[in-house]
C-alpha cells in the first residue's frame, strides 16, 4: 500500500487526501487548524495536527516512512520550503509541491521537489489518480463517466502484444495510439509486441481506473 503524507489541507489538499484514501493510499493529512484536521478524520488514514512552517515539528511526524510527500500549502512560499528541505533531507523518495506560480515553482524544484504543482491546472483528484499509479504519465477528463491516460506500459505488458494481452477484456481500456521516439500514431498494430519505451494513449471509463 503506498504512503502519502499531505502537509496543508486548503481546498486542493483535502481533495488529493481524501481521493487518494479512496484509491487505495494509506494517507496522512496534516494541517495546523484544528478544525479542518478534525473534519478530514473520518476520509483519510490518520489527520495530524502540527504547524508545517515547523522544522521539529515535520520531523515528528514520521515523514521518513513515506513513499510520497506532497506539500499543498501553495499560498506560504517558508513554509513550502521548510516542508520540501525536510521531506528531502529524512529521505522522502518523492516529494509534490504546489507552488502558486512558475517563480515560486522554480525556487521548489531548486531546493528538491520532484514535481510542480499549479492549481489552475491541476486537480486534487487528478493529482491523486497520477501519484496512485506507477505508470500514470497524464490524465485528461473528457466527459463526467471517460477519460484518456497517457501512460507507460507496465512492466508484464513488455513484449507481448495486444492481442496477448487482452487488455479490454482484463482492464476495460482501448489503446487509442503510441507514441515512440515523440511521435503519435493512431494505428496500433495488434500483433506488434509492446516495447518498454513507448507511451500508451488509452481510452477507458473512470470507474476502471482502480484495475489499473
Do not use: H
Not at 481521493?19 to 478534525?38: F, H, P, Q, R, T
Not at 473520518?42 to 506532497?70: F, H, Q
Not at 516542508?83 to 515560486?104: H, I, Q, T
Amino acid at each position: 500500500m503506498k504512503q502519502v503524507a499531505v502537509l496543508g489541507l486548503g481546498r486542493f489538499g483535502r481533495k488529493l487526501a481524501v481521493s487518494l484514501y479512496e484509491n487505495g493510499a494509506d494517507v496522512m493529512a496534516v494541517d495546523k487548524c484544528e478544525d479542518i484536521v478534525e473534519n478530514i478524520s473520518g476520509s483519510v488514514t490518520y489527520a495530524v495536527r502540527a504547524d508545517i512552517s515547523n522544522a521539529d515539528a515535520l520531523k515528528g511526524l514520521g515523514l521518513e516512512n513515506m513513499d510520497t510527500v506532497v506539500v499543498g500549502i501553495g499560498s506560504e512560499l517558508t513554509s513550502s520550503i521548510m516542508a520540501v528541505m525536510v521531506s528531502k533531507e529524512l529521505g522522502v523518495p518523492y516529494v509534490v509541491a504546489k507552488a502558486s506560480d512558475e517563480r515560486m515553482g522554480s525556487i521548489l524544484k531548486k531546493i528538491g521537489a520532484d514535481k510542480i504543482i499549479y492549481p489552475e491546472e491541476e486537480t486534487g483528484e487528478r493529482t491523486a489518480r497520477i501519484l496512485m499509479s506507477d505508470s500514470f504519465m497524464e490524465f485528461f477528463d473528457i466527459d463526467s463517466n471517460l477519460c484518456i491516460l497517457e501512460m507507460k506500459p507496465k512492466k508484464e505488458w513488455i513484449g507481448k502484444n495486444l492481442i496477448e494481452l487482452d487488455l479490454r477484456e482484463k482492464y476495460k481500456i482501448n489503446v487509442v495510439a503510441i507514441k515512440d521516439d515523440n511521435r503519435m500514431s493512431s494505428f496500433v498494430d495488434p500483433k506488434k509486441p509492446i516495447e518498454e519505451n513507448v507511451t500508451l494513449l488509452v481510452l477507458t471509463e473512470k470507474k476502471d481506473l482502480k484495475n489499473l
